[in-house]
């Protein structure tokens, strides 16, 4: 299960710091040190949820050794939104169905 | 004044999902709509091109339901399911599952009346993160569109 990339991005995403850190480099790319600034954590603290993040995928690391600048890498968050968009789509039609039914249940009703 | 029939989502929990959306119609209208498979198999279809030739629906506590879906193609899913909770106009609770190899859901749909409209809220309840994350991996594993309307019949919540 750890293998399956959707598992793996929804492990990555369930902790608020993580989706906070996502949040920050979805404005640009930002060094570890930019990272840690605001969440009141230590380099390393935070170093152990950029590994997380990149093991799924989610950001990449630059080359440059001494700084290596994270970015974010959404693809794995298409696949969250497609699953989301499936479900969405079959409601949200299912229920603008049901709208136009309901009138039809009223009229009957009226009828009676 | 014209009814918002924007659908909300919220994620109550780790293992819960929460959509809520308002109707220009009576509660005991609405509860009719969702319980009576008369009534379900006109609207409860999610996207274009699919039928549901099987709705059965005994609606009581420990009663069973069971929705068949079908595409023009032959293609089709079943979900299945027992009632735990029924109050008339206002509250069901049930389980939900694809088949016996799959995890059940728990979902509970209440009828909210707003004088003549209703607000239906339905939250789906996973066992489990892990069975949450496990519905959705296996729903994917097989990558075509029929995969998401798959799962979001997996996902659809009353019956």
């Known amino acids: 299960m750890a293998d399956d990339p959707l598992s793996t991005t929804f492990a990555a995403l369930a902790d608020p710091t993580r989706r906070a850190i996502l949040a920050r480099l979805a404005d640009g790319a930002a060094t570890v040190k930019e990272l840690s600034e605001p969440f009141a954590m230590s380099g390393p603290a935070v170093s152990k949820h950029l590994r997380v993040l990149e093991r799924a995928g989610l950001i990449t690391r630059g080359r440059d050794a001494q700084w290596r600048p994270c970015a974010l890498d959404a693809t794995p968050l298409r696949e969250v939104s497609e699953w989301a968009d499936g479900f969405r789509r079959f409601w949200d039609d299912s229920y603008r169905r049901l709208d136009g039914y309901l009138e039809r249940m009223k009229e009957q009703d009226d009828d009676d | ?159």
């Open chain 2, 1 to 159: 004044m014209t009814t918002d029939t924007t659908v909300s989502w919220t994620t109550p929990s780790a293992v819960e999902v929460a959509m809520t959306r308002t109707f220009d119609a009576p509660q005991k209208l609405v509860f009719e709509a969702f319980t009576k498979p008369e009534h379900v198999v006109h609207w409860m279809l999610g996207p274009e091109g699919w039928t549901m030739p099987v709705c059965e629906i005994d609606l009581r506590p420990g009663g069973r339901w069971h929705m068949v879906w079908q595409r023009a193609d032959g293609s089709e899913m079943a979900m299945t399911g027992e009632y735990r909770e029924v109050t008339p106009w206002s509250k069901t609770v049930q389980t939900e599952s694809w088949g016996p190899e799959w995890p059940s859901t728990v979902n509970t749909t209440r009828f909210i009346a707003d004088g003549d409209r209703t607000t239906v809220v339905q939250t789906m309840e996973f066992p489990s993160r892990a069975d949450r994350d496990r519905a959705l991996e296996t729903g994917m594993k097989d990558g075509a569109e029929t995969s998401y309307e798959r799962l979001a019949a997996y996902l659809t919540s009353t019956g």
